[in-house]
């Protein structure tokens, strides 16, 4: 492997000034990255303070048997400092198509690297053949630990991990397993289904959230769109026909599709939106065109298709699998579904991928947390359905902060001022960053929120 990258700088050396040629051939911090096995440099981007690489590193399909198949999982490196405290990014999905630097919260308030894995099974991170039993919360863990083991040859500093949503509960994850791999973990808005059919705290979360007059709105236009399915429904046959969106492979029908983005759009506006975002939500005497706008606007009625969920059959696999998901009573509209029982992660999921339940890895993972983990922090959004449901931390050096008002992008800089410092101190301390040190701002490399937003899949 290191003469496979060696072959490659040689090639681009050729192409350079003699002194330009000189300065790239000294160059420790590629010298150790080819020193990795199974670390291939696919480019690199220079910047102001910093370097960026895209990389891939040689897996096991299946670790507990190392020799039966391997793939190529796709990373990201931003490098700033060989002595400087390294960042862990678990983001629970795929890299984007053509990585660009940026920088988690954590990141920035240590001025750190940061190595960033895209998850097993999303692709182009996917073993071929596909065995997806292999798709498993032990599975990702052990990549992320082969990949911190490796990367501690180049930066022997202190290590945190971070995620936000599955990349959180990634994170979680990852620590259960592997509990001597980082030295603390900043999980944002993560999810902690223990008990997959007890999802009370959900239905809690939509009978507060908000007032109890956006609360009506919402349930409202909900209401209202189903009793107009004789006429919607026909409004998303044209749409998918233009756009080329079929249902068949996963879904099922337009109708299956509608009904579900119909259910999904409360959750999703509580998600992506803010209390003050409730004025424009439409009236259940609002016109056949406003609903559907509004429905697109916050939900996306490409996302139910197969196109919009092709991308996102490893999360669904491993939520019918393992992680569970959220099931809603939905009282209020009682006679208006004719799907009851479509409210679950295998309905998004081709035939061939459905998988029973296993409740065992969400019960264990829960009681670790509660009782022995160490050096975790938690980060929820006071309006956040996905935060109805989280991990309660030990008392070994672990924190829980909730941001007032904040949807799932909640992060440390959105807490009270109070928690801010609190949680800022910590992350600090486990880091080993001084607090004279300042963060990172976003003109030296952008801030990434860490979370996908499904109404771009368009």
């Known amino acids: 492997m290191r003469s496979r990258i060696v072959a490659i700088l040689a090639s ?36 102001t303070g910093y370097r960026f690489f895209v990389l891939t590193y040689r897996q096991p399909a299946d670790h507990r048997h190392p020799r039966a198949g391997t793939f190529e ?39 750190g690297n940061q190595v960033s894995v895209e998850h097993r099974f999303f692709t182009p991170s996917r073993p071929a053949p596909a065995d997806w039993s292999d798709l498993n919360i032990w599975q990702e863990a052990s990549d992320e630990h ?41 999980a944002y808005v993560a999810p902690d289904d223990v008990i997959n059919p007890e999802d009370s705290a959900y239905d809690k979360f939509f009978d507060t959230v908000g007032t109890p007059e956006c609360r009506a709105t ?3 236009v909900q209401r209202e769109a189903l009793r107009r399915r004789d006429r919607l429904v026909p409004r998303l046959e044209a749409d998918a026909a233009e756009q080329g969106w079929t249902f068949s492979g996963s879904i099922g029908t337009a109708d299956r599709s509608f009904e579900m983005t119909v259910l999904d759009s409360v959750w999703a506006f509580w998600q992506y939106s803010t209390a ?16 559907y706008a509004w429905i697109d606007t916050v939900a996306g009625w490409s996302f139910y298709t197969d196109q919009g969920l092709a991308p996102y059959w490893p999360y669904y696999y491993q939520a019918a699998s393992q992680l569970g ?26 035939p061939e991928l459905r998988r029973p339940h296993n409740p065992v890895p969400m019960i264990d993972v829960d009681l670790w947390v509660r009782t022995a983990s160490e050096r975790m922090l938690f980060v929820y959004g006071q309006n956040d359905p996905w935060s109805a449901e989280r991990f309660t931390p030990s008392r070994r ?62």
């Open 218 to 220: 919402l349930d409202g």
């Open 325 to 350: 998901w959220p099931s809603l009573r939905f009282e209020h509209l009682r006679g208006l579904r004719h799907y009851p029982g479509i409210y679950t992660a295998n309905s998004s999921l081709p």
């Open 397 to 458: 050096d672990s924190a829980l902060y909730v941001a007032p008002g904040a949807n799932h992008g909640a992060n440390i800089a959105k807490l009270t001022p109070a928690d801010s410092a609190a949680a800022t101190a910590l992350l600090r301390r486990w880091a080993g960053v001084p607090a004279s040190i300042a963060a990172k701002q976003p003109g030296d490399v952008p801030l990434d929120d860490m979370l996908g937003d499904r109404r771009r899949v368009r």
């Open 73 to 111: 999982q796709r990373l990201t490196l931003l490098h700033r400092s060989s002595t400087a405290p390294t960042v862990l990014y678990t983001n629970g999905y795929g890299l984007a198509a053509s990585p660009r630097p940026t920088q988690t919260e954590p990141t920035a308030l240590l001025g």
């Open 146 to 186: 082969r990949i911190v083991t490796a990367f501690k040859s180049v930066y022997a500093a202190k290590w945190i991990q971070t995620g936000g949503s599955k990349g959180g509960m990634t994170s979680v994850y990852h620590r259960r397993f592997y509990p001597g791999d980082v030295d603390g973990v900043v």
């Open 12 to 47: 681009a050396l050729l192409l350079l000034s003699p002194a330009t040629a000189a300065r790239a051939a000294d160059d420790p911090l590629l010298d150790q990255l080819a020193a990795i096995p199974g670390l291939t440099v696919v480019s690199e981007t220079p910047g």
């Open 276 to 291: 003050a975002d409730c004025a424009t939500v439409p009236a259940a005497t609002a016109s056949d065109d406003e609903i």
